[in-house]
């Protein structure tokens, strides 16, 4: 009876309330997306420094932080600035989303790729070492 009460004696007609609560929808499912996202984010910065464990945890605290400037920047610019808690449940339920799904598998993929980086940088360095090494011996020879 209050809630037909407010209706009645307040200015937004019901059409305007279902508009909001369709956009209240639609900001839900988009912080769901952005949470997907995000998810893919937080492999890729996490995949980087997966096994050196003082890294990972200034990984994960960078990471927090760039998710605060996010959800004040998502705040501001669909919501004019008002935070709603159901922006942090979608950005949950997506991060959730990806990380059950495709995130077991880009994380994986990710974690490779920069193994074989990694793997590919050492066989440089030890092939430069090598050639700087036999130039080195190249040159003593020479001087004799």
């Known amino acids: 009876m209050i809630i037909l009460n407010y209706f009645l004696f307040s200015d937004i007609s019901f059409g305007q309330l279902s508009a909001l609560n369709y956009m209240q929808i639609f900001l839900f499912l988009i912080s769901v997306f952005a949470g997907y996202i995000l998810g893919f984010f937080f492999d890729f910065i996490y995949g980087t420094v997966q096994k050196r464990k003082i890294l990972s945890v200034f990984s994960i605290i960078f990471f927090v932080l760039l998710y605060i400037l996010y959800l004040r920047f998502f705040s501001f610019f669909f919501s004019e600035g008002s935070y709603r808690f159901y922006y942090t449940i979608g950005n949950m339920s997506g991060f959730l989303l990806w990380e059950f799904t495709l995130g077991i598998y880009i994380k994986k993929i990710v974690i490779s790729i920069f193994c074989m980086i990694k793997k590919m ?21 020479k001087n004799k």
Request: charged letters at 25%; one cysteine or more; a positive charge.
């Open 121 to 141: 940088i050492c066989l440089m360095c030890i092939c430069c070492k090598k050639i700087v090494r036999n130039a080195k011996n190249n040159n003593k020879i």
